[in-house]
């Protein structure tokens, strides 16, 4: 493992195209890759060759079965024993999406509903889904130019597919109604469909459920919070370790001997990072009066690692999901079948998303116990860290501001998956709210990245005091990185910029 020395902003943009594939498996970092580098998608010529197969297929069951296929010929959820009329199928695809559209609430940020549109097409390249060419083709247009329909956060179940969300992006996406954020800037969708000469696509028999049928909602929320995971994990080891150096901590909880008589690996890789981050420090190899650290530098490893090992096992379980097919009834052309299932359930999605955001929970927490030991007059520090504790209060409200944060995140960590409340008629009687665990677990990552930021404020501010000693390279080198954007605080002075000037650091930090 190789740790940076610098901390600056790193811009780096190649315009080139991903090629998407069912026989390429979409991963996280392959996610992080397209997102990061401005990368365009594109269909394989194997991914066209499925879909067109799977549409083909559907015609003609359509021209020969005389039997009821759900969601093709008849309505949809307990509305499943209506059968519809030849002439009134595409109406009836058209409808489910405009009805389904009732989605309330804060709005989908834009890098979230850029991930639906990319893992949409993902799902339907597998060929499984009956989805014609032109309408998968429009949602990688749409990924390709920047139009982002608006999409609001509550009306999922995660239970039939997101159907709600999903059917906020193929309103607009497909039949140019709703709204949209076309590079940044909010307008109609009929706006931009006329803008680059679009016209609304005719929806064929399953192409709306298979639209709306699906878990991209969930799953692109869960790759969103993946990705910020692992960047503040990785950030969090190093605060860790400039606030042990503040602390005049002990480096013994970190040796590898000891971890490796318990040989959990996020645990090992924590110990790591905060070895090699510390290696050349003058402070942690001086003579220490103390024997010991509290718990919140001590199990600092066996905390942060704990979360790493939980990080890798969602990991596993969210790419498993983006390389499946997730709506309803599935397709199989090649075993002359098309099943009704349940594929589209977040149960999955759920259990894996609540586990995150407690596991994310815990790396806030601890950070916020850590910014408290800083300022807690200990070990050389002044109260607060401040000159003349009195006349300033220095860091004292940061860290109720970190504390509230904490609690908060704590509040948002009752699991969603535990819950259901039946819908359609009770035909859809357990559902996983997926949906509500996703939108919280998102929120969690953005409470874990504040009190990130708090702690990094707090732990450059007390290594200041242990001057003329010098912590490591790595260390010295983020704290000049730091003192670019915040200045020591000497006296009292405005600090909600600091903090704010914090975030924005470790959002553009590179690792």
Not at 259 to 287: F, K, N, Y
């Amino acid at each position: 493992m190789r740790l940076n020395t610098s901390f600056a902003v790193l811009i780096h943009i190649t315009m080139t195209t991903h090629y998407i594939s069912p026989s390429q498996r979409l991963t996280v970092a392959a996610i992080t890759d397209i997102v990061e580098n401005h990368k365009t998608i594109a269909l394989s010529d194997e991914a066209i060759a499925c879909i067109e197969k799977c549409r083909s297929y559907i015609d003609h069951k359509m021209a020969t079965q005389k039997e009821p296929i759900y969601g093709v010929t008849t309505g949809f959820g307990s509305l499943c024993n209506i059968s519809i009329g030849q002439t009134e199928l595409s109406q009836l695809q058209k409808n489910l999406v405009m009805s389904h559209a009732c989605g309330v609430g804060d709005e989908v940020s834009s890098d979230i509903v850029r991930l639906m549109l990319l893992l949409k097409v993902q799902n339907f390249c597998y060929g499984y889904s009956g989805a014609q060419l032109q309408t998968v083709q429009r949602l990688v247009d749409c990924f390709n130019d920047d139009v982002l329909p608006v999409v609001y956060q509550q009306g999922s179940l995660g239970a039939s597919g997101d159907l709600c969300p999903l059917a906020h992006l193929s309103l607009a996406c497909i039949l140019g109604m709703g709204d949209v954020y076309h590079h940044g800037v909010r307008t109609t969708a009929q706006e931009v469909f006329a803008k680059k000469g679009w016209q609304p696509i005719e929806l064929q028999s399953k192409e709306g459920l298979a639209l709306l049928n699906g878990t991209q909602f969930m799953s692109s929320h869960a790759v969103w919070c993946l990705m910020q995971a692992k960047r503040l994990n990785y950030q969090a080891d190093l605060i860790l370790s400039m606030s042990l150096d503040a602390f005049d901590g002990r480096i013994e909880p970190f040796l590898d001997a000891l971890h490796q008589v318990r040989p959990h690996r996020g645990q090992i890789e924590t110990a790591q990072v905060v070895r090699q981050a510390l290696d050349g420090s003058e402070i942690i190899v001086r003579h220490k009066e103390h024997v010991q650290d509290p718990y919140s530098f001590r199990c600092a490893p066996q905390v942060h690692g704990a979360v790493k090992d939980t990080v890798r096992y969602v990991m596993s379980v969210i790419e498993t999901e983006i390389n499946s097919t997730t709506d309803n009834p599935i397709v199989l052309p090649d075993d002359d079948m098309i099943v009704s299932g349940g594929h589209f359930h977040g149960e999955p999605l759920a259990m894996v998303l609540d586990f995150l955001a407690i596991a994310m929970s815990e790396l806030g927490a601890i950070s916020e116990r850590r910014t408290y030991q800083l300022i807690d007059a200990k070990r050389g520090l002044p109260s607060f860290l401040v000159a003349k504790p009195g006349l300033n209060s220095g860091f004292m409200i940061p860290q109720y501001t970190a504390a509230a944060i904490v609690s908060q995140t704590k509040q948002l960590c009752t699991p969603c998956s535990v819950d259901s409340i039946p819908s359609s008629q009770n035909q859809e009687d357990l559902v996983s709210m997926g949906g509500n665990a996703a939108t919280k677990c998102a929120k969690v990552m953005q409470n874990v990245e504040r009190v990130l930021a708090i702690e990094l404020f707090n732990a450059a501010q007390a290594l200041e005091f242990r001057r003329p000693l010098k912590s490591s390279p790595c260390i010295e080198q983020l704290l000049t990185d730091y003192r670019t954007t915040v200045n020591f605080v000497d006296t009292d002075e405005v600090m909600y910029t600091h903090i704010h000037q914090s975030v924005a650091f470790l959002q553009h930090m590179t690792i």
